[in-house]
């Protein structure tokens, strides 16, 4: 069995999916950014205004081939940019099955509002660098993901088990 890793747009609720996904499959759960936040004594946030997003990227990328070495299975939550270099892609593929979250603006929008945790969002206009840039990664995370699921108005439980069914009915690469 291949480690299983959830991909997509920030607030798609990769975190929130993974962890109930690691519960019902009962194996480890891990979440990038908080490998990198542990690893780096420092937020995010600290580390895009203080490094820059391409240090940060690098640190991603360092996350991903020490979990190539681990041989235990798990759920993994990938940080949204994570895909976005190729080298990742490459590396999530010898590694996991991976599955992308599908969510729209106006989920973000929604579960997003308050939160001024996320360096990427930052700006005056958080509706239209949200609509950017789900526009420029959604044909990235397709292409990176063996399957999509939609998230859009759906319950936790009811995500889990269509992720549940595509695993243990082969279904992985039908997108």
């Not at 908080?34 to 640190?59: H, M, N, T, V």
Request: aromatic share 6%; net charge negative.
């Amino acid at each position: 069995m291949k480690k299983l890793v959830l991909i997509g747009y920030m607030g798609a609720g990769k975190s929130t999916v993974g962890q109930a996904l690691s519960e019902q499959m009962q194996v480890s759960f891990m979440d990038t950014d908080c490998w990198i936040e542990e690893k780096q004594g420092r937020c995010i946030s600290d580390i895009f205004a203080e490094d820059g997003e391409d240090y940060f990227r690098k640190l991603e990328t360092d996350c991903l081939k020490e979990l190539l070495e681990q041989k235990e299975n798990g759920v993994i939550s990938a940080g949204g940019g994570l895909p976005l270099r190729e080298e990742n892609r490459e590396l999530l593929r010898k590694m996991a099955y991976i599955v992308y979250l599908q969510v729209s603006k106006e989920t973000v929008l929604e579960r997003l509002k308050g939160d001024s945790s996320r360096p990427l969002l930052q700006v005056a206009d958080r509706e239209t660098r949200i609509a950017e840039m789900i526009q420029v990664r959604h044909p990235i995370y397709l292409e990176a993901a063996d399957t999509a699921v939609e998230v859009d108005g759906r319950e936790v439980e009811e995500i889990v088990k269509e992720i549940l069914d595509l695993f243990l009915n082969g279904g992985f690469g039908k997108k």
